[in-house]
């Protein structure tokens, strides 16, 4: 399976390099680009595609793409009139370092440039245009007012409000599963997947996306902000509902298992080795960080 650091280069590579009035532009895209995690949707993309019969060098413009789409919904989620969170991963936020203007515009610029890349002459002459046109109907949708954006629409609704588990479920397969899901779907696309194909991997995205948001919950309530790199106990200061406020902790991590396990059922579908991306869904239901 692909090693994180062909991730971390392909990312860079795609960076404006000749910047000269927007080089404080691109030195903010790159500090969270840099800024690490887990690189789980990119993975993703590649995997999927690797089970397909797909090359690396083929899928990996659109897995940089999801990833960018990813950093720059941090970036932006961080500002004051969204979370409002100085650290990010250990580091502090984009906006505390370059300023809230140059955040937004390195969110904004970040986001364009995962279309760009989608789009090159030389992404289109190894995965077709077909194949680019696919994916960047995917990543839009689920990165969009259905999926990320919709989601985090919610999120804000629903701030010192009690929400149901039906609407925190609806807010979490958005903002979280939502980018999720497109980078499963980009990754069948990219390797010609079968209808049913498509619907596992949909499936699949859909139930590891949401227990990765329950852990991360749970994480919000049992972990450090050194563990996590990030501010801690977030929804209880700002009085919002998730799983653990509604369940308690042991109930959403018998949720995220059983999740986790319809997962795992989904991938029966395919006939190729499909241990990793097994292995990935139990590992994101039982992290610590």
């Not at 106990?233 to 406020?245: E, L, M, P, Q």
């Amino acid at each position: 399976m692909t090693d994180i650091n062909a991730i971390e280069k392909a990312l860079y590579s795609y960076l404006p390099s000749d910047a000269v009035y927007e080089k404080k532009l691109t030195e903010s895209m790159k500090y969270s680009l840099e800024a690490g995690g887990k690189r789980i949707r990119p993975t993703l993309t590649l995997a999927f595609a690797s089970l397909l019969g797909a090359d690396e060098e083929v899928a990996m413009p659109f897995a940089c793409a999801v990833e960018m789409i990813h950093t720059y919904s941090l970036i932006h989620d961080d500002l004051p009139c969204m979370d409002d969170d100085d650290m990010r991963r250990g580091k502090p936020s984009n906006h505390k370092v370059f300023g809230e203007d140059i955040a937004l515009l390195a969110g904004d610029a970040l986001q364009s440039l995962a279309f760009e890349i989608m789009t090159l002459d030389s992404t289109a002459e190894k995965a077709g245009y077909e194949t680019c046109c696919k994916c960047v109907n995917i990543l839009s949708r689920y990165c969009g007012a259905v999926g990320m954006v919709g989601g985090q629409v919610i999120d804000l609704a629903f701030e010192n409000k009690k929400a149901s588990l039906e609407i925190i479920s609806e807010m979490d397969r958005k903002k979280t599963g939502g980018l999720i899901k497109a980078a499963c779907l980009m990754g069948c696309a990219v390797g010609n997947a079968s209808s049913e194909e498509f619907l596992a991997a949909e499936k699949y995205a859909e139930n590891i996306g949401l227990a990765f948001q329950i852990v991360d919950d749970i994480l919000d309530v049992t972990s450090t902000e050194q563990e996590l790199g990030k501010p801690i106990g977030s929804d209880a200061d700002n009085n919002k509902s998730n799983y653990v406020t509604e369940l308690g902790i042991e109930e959403c991590q018998r949720l995220a298992d059983k999740l986790t396990c319809e997962a795992l059922e989904a991938l029966n579908v395919f006939s190729g080795d499909t241990s990793f991306l097994a292995s990935l869904a139990q590992k994101l239901a039982r992290r610590k960080n």
